[in-house]
């Protein structure tokens, strides 16, 4: 055999921070011994289906099936900005999925089922390994091997979790720190978080916790969109779409609205649709997560209060011609509609857009003729194809009520939920306001560095750091300040903020790495490589100079 074919493949080797999920079945070999053995491997074949269905929703990679457990990557070979909070997601998804499966057998295996997870993220080494017949897209290091000592301390049920994941997402989970845990074959105890669910009303995972500022450099977005209010509450129905970078203040910029909104009219209402990031493939989660806004429950509402709550909003808008919009809304919700419900249900999927779309129509114009709306579609470069279906048909409805829209996006012409704002162009012509956010100016980023810190004797050159860090991004801001404060660089001293030595030296923060390295992960292969061997010479050079590496390494 050709010793070339038989040599390991490392060429494709990268090295990458991911986030590695460990689960298995606890107990099993207890279950198994109770068992026949064909009826173990269907339970166990059904627990993988589960499993792998919910990290490939997650846009998780699984690596490897092992007996009883599953091996998955996120970050790895697709990097994602959120990647770490995916996983835990997954991971959770996984637990309440392998409970439900534990309860359809549980005559059958006498216990529970029950999975045990555990999540790490950390630096390792991806790539296809083996050889030309045999060979796996793995990934090696210590993050695998502590991932997998998390899930053998994690409880049945449990989602165990160690600081190097549960630091990017503290403010959106509700976990419980267990300590420092010794693992084997580790020399220092690992700090461990058993995660027990999302916290009640968080929604994402950015921002400075405990540390706010007044916002910057948006004053003039802000008092567009005020008067865009104005207009709609007049009665002149308006659209906005508001476009930005990831971090640039999107949102921010929405926080400060809301705020005013609810100011200046008590009976304005506020409804929004969030997307996912992992969303593309989960069909109406955009309108899912707009009626749940409308009838006042969380994602993590369940199936009685979630159908109460529906039920309830209804009646009081619509009075007796309540059923019909909800039973598609319910349809929508996935809840367990009533048998004289379900007979109002068309079968053909085409129908039930077209009632879809007419039932938020009707619930639209009910709310609306008590108030002002504000309508807001949040992340739509996430959307999924079967929202936009129902949205767009929407949009007329806007001009003929008191409603103001706002449609917030990075500037992704490619993806499904530009739809909306290609449609709501084609609509409302110039009456339709875009506002492209920019970097913050160096002055700009120097006074968002000084209100968060709260700082007058914060070093210059400190200052100057973060400012050239951050490139006038708010969330680059707050990200540089974050793990300056978590290293010790910068310290509370009473009232300021003392910064140490060598806080110059201070690297790219690793929450922007993840979503620096997701958006260089969609290049083609050319762009990636011309941007490696950029990232060789520096921050700044002369396009000459890259032009003649390119060449000399193409010879």
Known sequence: MNPEAERRTTATSERRKITVLFADIANSTAIAERLDAEDWTAIVGEAFGLMNRTIERYGGTVARLMGDGVLAFFGAPVAHEDDPERAVRCGLDMVRA??????????????????????????????????????EYTAMGDAVNVAARMQSHAEPGGVLITAATHRFLAALVDARDVGHLE??????????????????????????????APMIGRDDELARLRELFAVARAGQGRVASVLGEPGIGKTRLLGELRSEVARSDPKARWLEGRCLSYGQALPYHLVVDLVRSLIGVRSAADEPETRAALKQTLRDLLGEAWADPYAYLGQLLSIQLEPEMQTRLSVLEIEAVKRYVASLHTVLRAIASDGPIVLVFEDLHWADAASADVLVPLLPLVSQLPILSVMVSRSDRDSVGWRLISSARDLFGDALAEMRLSPLTSDQTRALVANLLQIESLPPETRDHILTKA?????????????LIDRGAIQRDGEHWIANAGVGAVEIPDTLQGLLLARIDRLPQESKRTLRVASVIGRQFGVRILERLLEAKTA
Do not use: C, W, Y
């Open 183 to 212: 693992l084997k074959g580790k020399t220092d105890a690992v700090q461990a978080f058993a995660v027990a669910g999302l916290k009640a009303g968080a929604v994402s995972a950015r921002g400075l916790g405990g540390v706010r």
């Open 471 to 483: 490139e006038g991004n708010p969330f680059f801001v707050e990200e540089v300040i974050r793990m």
């Open 98 to 135: 392998i409970d439900d499966l534990g309860a359809k057998h549980r005559a059958q295996t006498v216990t529970d089922l029950r999975v045990r997870v555990g999540i790490n993220t950390g630096p390792v080494v991806v790539g296809v390994v083996g050889t030309e017949k045999a060979h």
